[in-house]
């Protein structure tokens, strides 16, 4: 009777685990979808910025891009390099 008891007590605490360490690699497998769609969208970002600072300096040099900037690009690409003035360096 008692090695039975100490069995289920033993089994008990096996599934117990298991599922806290289910739950601890489900918080983790989370994360690391958070972090793949932060890294994906700091890409985009990334490239956005580097576009901007393109036509930017495209704007600042006088030459625009084929279709002409008009007078409301350029105030804008102003308003981003004030606002990320670390960018533009």
Known sequence: MYVYLLFAWSLQRVVERSRLKSSILAVKADGLQDAHSLK??????????????????????????????????????????????????
């Open 40 to 89: 994906q969208e700091l890409a985009e970002k990334d490239a956005l910025i580097a576009e901007l600072k393109e036509q930017l300096a495209a704007a600042q040099a006088g030459g625009g891009n084929a279709e002409g900037s008009s007078g409301r690009d350029s105030e804008g690409l102003a308003r981003c390099q004030s606002k990320y003035p670390e960018y533009f360096i």
